[in-house]
C-alpha cells in the first residue's frame, strides 16, 4: 500500500477501518499502538480520534506497513473463518507450533512488522505464495 497517494479523506477510512478490525481482537490500547507502530508521540488517548475517523493514522513507512499487513491479516481472517468472531480471535489468541508455541498475537506485539509479516504469511496462503515467488525470482535472476 502506499500511503502517499491515498487522499485526506481515504487515509482516515484505512484508519477508522483498521481499528474496527483491532477491536474485534479485543485489545488493550497499548496492544493497539504498538501493531501499528505508532511513534512515541502518539498516546493511547488518540486512538478515539483514529476510532472515529477524525484523525489517519500518521504519516511513516513503519506505521502504514503495519496497516497494510494489519488488514491483509484481517482479511484472511475472515476468509478463513468467515462465521465466526469466536473462531477468528481463538486464533489470534491460540498458541501455535509454527510460532514456537507462541501466540500471533504475542509474535506480532513482539516482533514488529516482521512478526506481522510471519502471522500473514502463515494465514494468508496467498500472500505467502506471492512472497515465496518473488524470492525464488531474486535467487534465479543472474547476477
Known amino acids: 500500500m502506499n500511503y502517499e497517494q ?11 477501518a483498521v481499528m474496527s ?3 474485534t481482537w479485543k ?3 497499548e496492544q493497539t499502538v504498538k501493531l ?3 511513534p512515541d508521540s502518539v498516546r493511547t488517548r488518540h486512538l478515539a480520534h483514529f ?7 500518521p504519516e511513516g513507512k513503519e506505521v502504514w506497513s503495519s496497516v497494510d499487513h494489519l ?7 475472515r476468509t478463513t473463518f468467515p462465521f465466526s468472531d469466536e473462531m477468528r ?7 501455535h507450533r509454527r510460532f514456537q508455541q507462541q501466540t500471533p498475537l504475542a509474535v506480532m506485539l513482539n516482533e514488529g512488522v516482521s512478526g506481522l509479516l510471519k502471522v500473514r504469511i502463515d494465514i494468508d496462503c496467498a500472500f505467502g505464495w506471492k ?13
Not at 51 to 57: F, I, P, T, V, Y
Request: hydrophobic share 40%; net charge negative.
Open 131 to 143: 512472497i515465496s515467488e518473488a524470492l525464488a525470482d531474486q535467487n534465479t535472476e543472474p547476477s
Open 6 to 16: 491515498l487522499s485526506d479523506d481515504q487515509r482516515r477510512e484505512f484508519t477508522r
Open 51 to 57: 476510532r472515529s475517523g477524525m484523525k489517519a493514522l
Open 89 to 95: 480471535l481463538s486464533w489470534i489468541r491460540k498458541p
Open 36 to 38: 501499528l507502530n505508532l
Open 21 to 23: 478490525f483491532l477491536d
Open 71 to 77: 488488514i491483509g491479516i484481517c482479511d484472511a481472517l
Open 27 to 29: 485489545l488493550s490500547s
